[in-house]
């Protein structure tokens, strides 16, 4: 059975820097493709960013050259270091497989980690 356990969020002021974790279990890293979301109040959930089976990582827009993302299979962890923080990063952030986003509604997600940046 798969569980993913996200954490690292808090609170920060635009500018700063916080790395998000998520350990999974149930899941061989280097054979999955792994993806952080996010969902702010309000708004429809997005994908942030994806690093693939091989390692291979990419970004959306709103985040390249912010945010990195990488894992440490050893530790079967994911990480998402996210640097100039902007209040618009403010969301419950969620690690999961990289997922189509058809399948986002019908998927079992972790409890998220919540990001808050203040102006």
């Known amino acids: 059975q798969v569980q993913l356990v996200e954490s690292g969020g808090g609170s920060v002021q635009a500018g700063g820097s916080l790395r998000l974790s998520c350990v999974a279990s149930?899941?061989?890293?280097?054979?999955?493709?792994m993806a952080w979301y996010r969902q702010a109040p309000g708004k429809q959930s997005e994908l942030v960013a994806v690093?693939?089976?091989?390692?291979?990582?990419r970004y959306e827009d709103f985040v390249k050259g912010r945010f990195t993302i990488s894992r440490d299979t050893a530790k079967n962890t994911v990480y998402l270091q996210m640097r100039s923080l902007k209040p618009e990063d403010t969301a419950v952030y969620y690690c999961?497989?990289?997922?189509?986003?058809?399948?986002?509604?019908?998927?079992?997600w972790g409890q998220g980690t919540q990001v808050t940046v203040s102006s």
């Open positions: 690093i693939s089976s091989a390692g291979s990582t």
């Open positions: 999961n497989t990289n997922l189509a986003k058809s399948d986002w509604a019908s998927t079992s």
């Open positions: 149930g899941i061989i890293l280097s054979d999955t493709a």
